[in-house]
């Protein structure tokens, strides 16, 4: 067992030391969050544009033009995110996450499209299950961001 400090130098060398160990870890939470914000801040930048075209997909049997609106927005998103770095290897991971959720956003309306342009229900149903798919790898997304940016 180590005696403690007995000096008042020795005692505010050691607080010293505790503190650099305490503002590196406060540093580092401060970036965790400052990535986390930038990483939010462009996904929410384009939810309501894509929350939007997923919606108006509903409409492509009549409108087809609204895949190509859906296929604009996903791109844009796509291009924001990409652009982005990060140092920290878990926000790094969610926005690969985001990018392949946006991915599979993209060849769903193509699907959709697809099944849309030849009237195959049966196509469509399928297309239908896999925009589900996508709401669902959303969702898994977004509470796992949440979790980590949040959690201490």
Same mark, same amino acid.
């Given at each position: 067992?180590?005696?403690?400090?007995?000096?008042? @130098?020795?005692?505010?060398?050691?607080?010293? %030391?505790?503190?650099?160990?305490?503002?590196?870890?406060?540093?580092?939470?401060?970036?965790?969050?400052?990535?986390?914000?930038?990483?939010?801040? !462009?996904? &929410?930048?384009?939810?309501?544009?894509?929350?939007?075209?997923?919606?108006?997909?509903?409409?492509? &049997?009549?409108?087809?033009?609204? /895949?190509?609106?859906?296929?604009?927005?996903?791109?844009?998103?796509?291009?924001? +995110?990409?652009?982005?770095?990060?140092?920290?290897?878990?926000?790094?991971?969610?926005?690969?996450?985001?990018?392949?959720?946006?991915?599979?956003?993209?060849?769903?309306?193509? @699907?959709?499209?697809?099944?849309?342009?030849?009237?195959?229900?049966?196509? /469509?149903?399928?297309?239908?299950?896999?925009?589900?798919? !996508?709401?669902?790898?959303?969702?898994? +997304? %977004?509470?796992?961001?949440?979790?980590?940016? &949040?959690?201490?």
């Amino acid at each position: 067992m180590h005696d403690l400090p007995s000096t008042p @130098t020795q005692r505010r060398a050691l607080a010293g %030391v505790i503190a650099s160990f305490l503002s590196l870890g406060a540093v580092a939470c401060d970036k965790k969050v400052s990535e986390c914000n930038k990483l939010v801040a !462009v996904t &929410q930048k384009h939810n309501p544009q894509l929350s939007g075209a997923m919606d108006r997909l509903s409409t492509i &049997q009549s409108n087809p033009k609204v /895949l190509d609106e859906f296929s604009a927005v996903v791109k844009a998103a796509s291009e924001d +995110i990409a652009a982005l770095s990060f140092s920290d290897a878990t926000v790094a991971g969610f926005a690969k996450d985001y990018l392949g959720l946006l991915e599979a956003a993209d060849a769903f309306g193509k @699907t959709l499209g697809d099944a849309a342009r030849t009237n195959d229900v049966e196509a /469509l149903n399928l297309a239908t299950a896999e925009g589900e798919k !996508v709401a669902k790898t959303e969702a898994a +997304i %977004v509470e796992s961001v949440n979790g980590y940016c &949040q959690g201490g």
